[in-house]
């Protein structure tokens, strides 16, 4: 009776979930002055008389500023080869064969924009997306093994999709002088790899790294949960690995500085079960949970995961999701847990986090400004040239951990 009322609710929940890719609806923008043109593959960044305020809210000077106007496509990445979500115990009939379905052939509508001061880059990114999507990978409670575990990295179907929006910006770092081979007329295709060898669990057989020892590319990754306190791009870089053509060989390095986030999981000693390794009793639809909402009490640790799905919390108190199933259901449940928590990392101060980020959603879609120094002066950061043209590619993740819209072939130039 508990299994069929817990099916039963789920199935008219799941009733209202659709999947649409935006190809035919009109792109919202903020509103351009007519005579400024736009381009497709172009970034003009011209110099600003005086430089926006940077607070995630579109002054009034970004009418002037030409955009480029463009969208993103989900295409195919190649072959899982093993399964890659745990939840699938090793059976790869339970996962689709591509590594970016279900999102293959979604298409995403975008407008950026660029200006600098001589001393900051500033963009205005813009893109169409009707959903903030924060429920990444929550815990919920199976009551049919009664087990914690997370919901999905990987989305098997469309209505499988629990994860963080992202956004993604990848330039070339010139090295001795010259930036990496093939990088202006491949950008982000000259880094990407398929067909690796020899996977391994949890290993995907698509990776990022550079064709040749020493090059080095700039990875802006803005991840909508996991740097909503550090309000920066994960930033990182790609490099050469040894073990290039293996599915082993990631070449993905975050900047030094401090990580924003980390994995909220806890394995009980005495019963292996795996839960949440903090929780907030009580608290509804939450995504994350602060460095300082577990330093001043208001998040629990968890220090015992019983083989009925009793949480045991540090004062003594316990969670039986078993009262709730409905709360802790896969899926729709208003009380499953977090699987990250959250600090702000350098906050705009290491290079790590550097490439400041004022990001909101409007309903419509995301509205982000971003800004950074010119020349950070970090070896594993892009330097931008005001006179000079520089080739780049982005990529847009609709609440998706790796199936991404992508742009590639584009080109900023950054005018005196």
């Known amino acids: 009776m508990?299994?069929?009322?817990?099916?039963?609710?789920?199935?008219?929940?799941?009733?209202?979930?659709?999947n649409c890719t935006h190809d035919d609806t009109p792109i919202i923008l903020t509103p351009v002055?007519?005579?400024?043109?736009?381009?497709?593959?172009t970034l003009l960044v011209q110099r600003f008389a005086t430089a926006?305020?940077?607070?995630?809210?579109?002054?009034?000077?970004?009418?002037?500023?030409?955009?480029?106007?463009?969208?993103?496509?989900?295409?195919?990445?190649?072959?899982r080869i093993i399964p890659l979500n745990s939840s699938s115990n090793g059976d790869p009939s339970l996962e689709p064969v591509d590594l970016m379905d279900p999102y293959t052939g979604e298409?995403?509508?975008?407008?950026?924009?660029?200006?600098?001061?001589g001393e900051y880059l500033y963009l205005l990114f813009e893109w169409e997306d009707d959903n903030d999507s924060k429920d990444r990978q929550s815990w919920f409670f199976d009551p049919i093994n009664s087990i914690w575990q997370g919901e999905n990295k990987y989305a098997n179907h469309d209505n499988d999709k629990f994860y963080e929006d992202k956004f993604g910006f990848i330039f070339p770092i010139k090295v001795g002088g010259n930036y990496p081979q093939g990088?202006?007329?491949?950008?982000?295709?000259?880094?990407?790899?398929?067909?690796?060898?020899?996977?391994?669990?949890?290993?995907?057989?698509?990776?990022?790294?550079?064709?040749?020892?020493?090059?080095?590319?700039?990875?802006?990754h803005w991840k909508r949960d996991r740097n909503a306190l550090s309000l920066s791009v994960d930033d990182g870089f790609i490099q050469y690995e040894e073990d290039e053509g293996m599915a082993s060989a990631n070449g993905r390095k975050t900047d030094e500085g401090i990580k924003m986030y980390a994995t909220s999981s806890f394995t009980d000693g005495v019963t292996g079960l795996k839960g949440p390794k903090y929780v907030i009793p009580n608290r509804e639809n939450y995504y994350w949970i602060t460095d300082t909402e577990i330093s001043n009490g208001t998040a629990l640790a968890v220090t015992a995961v019983a083989v009925n799905g009793v949480l045991t919390l540090e004062d003594g108190e316990t969670i039986d999701p078993n009262l709730d199933l409905i709360a802790y259901?896969?899926?729709f449940g208003s009380k499953r847990f977090p699987s990250i928590y959250i600090n702000p990392g350098g906050a705009g101060n290491d290079f790590r986090s550097d490439t400041?980020?004022?990001?909101?959603?409007?309903?419509?879609?995301?509205?982000?400004?971003?800004?950074?120094?010119?020349?950070?002066?970090?070896?594993t950061d892009a330097v931008f040239v005001v006179g000079e043209e520089m080739p780049f590619g982005l990529a847009i993740f609709?609440?998706?951990?790796?199936?991404?819209?992508?742009?590639?072939?584009?080109?900023?130039?950054?005018?005196n």
């Not at 607070?55 to 295409?75: F, H, M, S, Y």
């Not at 298409?107 to 200006?115: D, E, Q, T, V």
């Not at 609709?398 to 005018?415: D, K, V």
């Open 398 to 415: 609709n609440n998706a951990a790796i199936g991404h819209g992508q742009t590639n072939f584009l080109t900023m130039r950054i005018e």
């Open 356 to 379: 400041q980020v004022r990001a909101k959603h409007v309903g419509s879609g995301w509205q982000v400004e971003i800004k950074r120094k010119l020349n950070t002066g970090d070896p």
């Open 329 to 331: 259901s896969q899926g």
């Open 107 to 117: 298409i995403y509508k975008y407008s950026l924009r660029g200006g600098h001061d």
């Open 52 to 79: 926006p305020v940077f607070d995630g809210e579109v002054d009034d000077i970004w009418a002037d500023a030409r955009p480029l106007i463009n969208k993103g496509t989900v295409t195919p990445a190649g072959d």
């Open 183 to 220: 990088f202006a007329g491949g950008t982000c295709t000259v880094t990407c790899h398929s067909g690796l060898a020899d996977p391994q669990p949890g290993q995907k057989t698509t990776r990022h790294y550079m064709a040749n020892e020493g090059e080095l590319t700039d990875l802006w």
């Open 33 to 41: 002055d007519s005579g400024v043109g736009e381009s497709a593959d």
């Open 2 to 18: 508990r299994t069929i009322k817990l099916f039963s609710a789920l199935l008219i929940i799941a009733t209202f979930f659709t």
